[in-house]
Nanobody
Framework: QVELEESGGGWVQPGGSLRLSCATS????????MRWYRQAPGKERELVAT????????TYADSVKGRFTISADSAKSTVYLQMNSLKPENTAVYYC?????????????????WGQGTQVTVSA
């Protein structure tokens, strides 16, 4: 069975850094596009960053470009989100998401998995 487990969240001062980890199991890591989402209280879940593992391409929300970096260690089946220069508005629960890809690079509707989230709080 597929499991995604986030870790690395916590409470940091503005301007600080955190590195989130998402350890996966039960899936073929190279066949998935990995994403980080976040959700602040009372707000919609927002896509933060995407790593298309097969293509080795990344995309970011405009609000985090230049500060956040998504990466992965395929040998460990783990995706990371390095967050630098954190701001109070970055406070949210951050979720890892795995989107399966077909051989042709299309999304697999059967391969969609979520982690349970890790809290990131940025305040003085």
């Amino acid at each position: 069975q597929v499991e995604l487990e986030e870790s690395g969240g916590g409470w940091v001062q503005p301007g600080g850094s955190l590195r989130l980890s998402c350890a996966t199991s039960g899936l073929t890591f190279s066949s998935y596009s990995m994403r980080w989402y976040r959700q602040a209280p009372g707000k919609e879940r927002e896509l933060v960053a995407t790593l298309a593992s097969a293509a080795e391409s990344t995309t970011y929300a405009d609000s985090v470009k230049g500060r956040f970096t998504i990466s992965a260690d395929s040998a460990k089946s783990t995706v990371y989100l390095q967050m630098n220069s954190l701001k109070p508005e970055n406070t949210a629960v951050y979720y890892c998401y795995a989107q399966g890809l077909t051989y042709g690079g299309d999304y697999d509707p059967q391969g969609r998995y979520w982690g349970q989230g890790t809290q990131v709080t940025v305040s003085a």
